[in-house]
């Protein structure tokens, strides 16, 4: 189950390469991975099996049967609360400790596996583990995601993240008070130079802005909305961890974990709270809010309280 079907684009094949470099580029998989779809007969070439030095003559149909993502057992299920769907893309309120896409040591649940396994057909285009995924949220992050079901709705999302022109709208909660209330953060992330594995603000990172305001402050934290001008990897969470402000529940980016813990927190108070595009096929504006989930609720409830 979960199997799905890419045919390459005919016009990509001029009869020079060799069907495994064709098949990888293709699906975004290593040769290695292409040679052993071709040994399993999961490719053909004008509807027959070929080896995987072979080399089709030029715009020759190659058909690749590229398995399911991940496996799935019942565990790993979790309910996707669908916020919006047609038969072209689907709009998902993630939970938290859901990966967008399977990658290298997650054995955890995907979102495009899940759905693959609750039968909603995702879009083939991409690498085989992103099929159909046209942005992400962090394992640790919950709220609104948008899955392509069809290849012209990924190509017209996959363009316009990659523009920038969706709005994203984040609800975070942050130790402290940040000052000004309103403000704007502008400054390069990358590799943190001492940690591999973490971002942060570095000279010779990557452009990165983003946009808050606090709405409600409650001493030693405050809730905001941030609006992301850019979408790097960790950006509200680095960002705010600069300003001497981590994301309660944060470990990672310097959070106590005494507040966390005071609010049941197992994980960043950070939730995809409204995203808004112009859909891909139809036109017209597709908006959806995300409500906050049951942990992030209680832990505002303590603050208030």
Same mark, same amino acid.
């Given at each position: ?14 009869? =020079?390469? *060799? ?8 699906? @975004?998989? %290593?040769? &290695?991975? +292409?040679? !052993? ?90 690498? =085989?583990? *992103? ?8 394992? @640790?992050? %919950?709220? &609104?995601? +948008?899955? !392509? ?110 507040? !966390? ?45």
């Amino acid at each position: 189950m979960g199997e799905t079907e890419l045919n390459i684009d005919p016009e990509r094949i001029d009869g =020079s390469a *060799r069907l495994d470099a064709i098949v990888a580029q293709a699906a @975004g998989v %290593s040769r &290695a991975a +292409a040679a !052993a779809w071709i040994a399993e007969g999961r490719v053909s070439v004008d509807g027959r099996v070929a080896a995987k030095s072979a080399r089709p003559r030029a715009g020759a149909r190659v058909v690749v049967r590229v398995p399911a993502p991940t496996s799935f057992t019942e565990e790993h299920m979790i309910d996707l609360p669908v916020l919006y769907e047609d038969e072209d893309l689907i709009v998902i309120d993630k939970p938290v400790g859901v990966a967008a896409h399977p990658s290298p040591g997650w054995t955890g649940p995907t979102v495009s596996g899940q759905l693959v396994a609750q039968g909603v057909s995702i879009s083939t285009s991409g690498a =085989s583990e *992103r099929q159909g995924i046209v942005h992400r949220l962090d394992v @640790g992050t %919950s709220g &609104a995601m +948008a899955v !392509a079901k069809s290849e012209r709705a990924y190509s017209g999302l996959k363009q316009a993240f990659h523009d920038r022109t969706p709005t994203k709208v984040y609800h975070a909660v942050v130790q402290g008070l940040p000052e000004p209330l309103k403000g704007t953060i502008d400054a390069p992330i990358g590799r943190h130079p001492g940690a591999s594995w973490r971002f942060a603000v570095v000279e010779d990172g990557r452009h990165a802005v983003t946009h808050y305001e606090v709405l409600e402050a409650f001493g030693r934290a405050s809730l905001v909305e941030v609006h992301l001008e850019t979408g790097r990897t960790h950006q509200i969470r680095v960002h705010f961890s600069a300003l001497h402000h981590a994301l309660v529940g944060d470990q990672q980016y310097g959070a106590d974990p005494k507040v !966390a813990a005071e609010l049941g927190l197992t994980r960043q108070w950070l939730h995809a709270y409204r995203l808004g595009f112009d859909h891909p096929v139809r036109g017209g504006r597709v908006e959806v809010e995300a409500p906050y989930p049951n942990d992030l609720v209680s832990s505002l409830e303590l603050l208030r309280g």
